[in-house]
């Protein structure tokens, strides 16, 4: 690491926050930096935020995403922090209105649409698993995605950690979604993300797993979904096909937004 400050730009797409970080000319961080990526993510000594996210360029994409937890270490995909990045490579000039880029679960198409939203392609699912109250599914990170009556009432922390550090999940660890359904497929959704051991405002492949799951359990028809989402930090749009045995065309869409931009 370069013994100066580090140009930094704080994101956050419906309250889930991010550091992302322009390394396409000067390597201000690596994989390994865990520590150094942990206390930028901190919210008393250093910026504050539930991840950080590298943007590098790579041949055959407009950039790669190079995702960490606040934990410090790198984490499978962050759906709103591959908006926000998006979001970040259109204000850089990087890209107009379209983005092809690789993260840790592969390629993702992200869209810059008319009001400023961002809408990112998801990966395909083909395989879940379903239990008495809850579906098991991995959305470029796993997620753990349990229905409940009143989402007030959930004690997200400790009901969450009861799961993540149970089996079959400890060892690895899963990310937790409590689920209220709404009538016409309105669903409010709290998830507590492995990595940063905490409820966050919104988790993007968590909502985006709600939903899926939402229709599966459910035993909806074959067909086309637009499945509005209520997290704490606001609301989102997940977009998909679903065929009986696969989802495809899957989009997760939301606003994503510049906080501020400083040094440290």
């Given amino acids: 690491m370069i013994n100066a400050a580090i140009p930094f730009y704080k994101y956050q797409g419906t309250g889930n926050d991010f550091i992302l970080i322009d390394q396409r000319v000067t390597k201000y961080l690596k994989k390994g930096d865990t520590e150094k990526i942990k206390f930028m993510c901190d919210r008393h000594f250093g910026i504050g935020a539930d991840g950080l ?40 000039g990087l890209i107009e209105h379209q983005a092809s880029f690789l993260a840790i679960d592969g390629p993702h198409d992200a869209i810059v649409e008319i009001d400023g939203g961002i809408a990112l392609k998801m990966k395909d699912i083909d395989q879940l698993e379903v239990m008495d109250n809850a579906v098991v599914l991995d959305t470029g990170s796993p997620h753990y995605v349990a229905f409940v009556e009143d989402i007030t009432a959930v004690d997200i922390i400790n009901d969450a950690r009861a799961i993540r550090y149970n089996e079959p999940f400890k060892e690895k660890g899963i990310n937790v979604n409590f689920v209220q359904p709404h009538p016409q497929d309105k669903l409010s959704v709290a998830t507590y993300e492995r990595g940063v051991e905490w409820e966050t405002l919104s988790c993007g492949t968590g909502v985006t797993a709600a939903a899926i799951a939402h229709v599966v359990y459910q035993q909806k028809p074959n067909g086309y979904y637009e499945i509005p989402i209520e997290a704490k930090g606001g609301n989102l749009v997940i977009k998909f096909e679903y065929t009986g045995r696969k989802i495809k065309n899957v989009w997760l869409c939301g606003p994503a937004e510049f906080v501020f931009e400083g040094k440290i």
């Fill in 53 to 92: 996210i590298l943007l590098e360029l790579l041949d055959g994409y407009d950039f790669e995403m190079v995702y960490f937890n606040s934990d410090g270490n790198e984490s499978s995909m962050c759906g709103n922090g591959g908006r926000c990045i998006t979001k970040f490579a259109h204000d850089l």
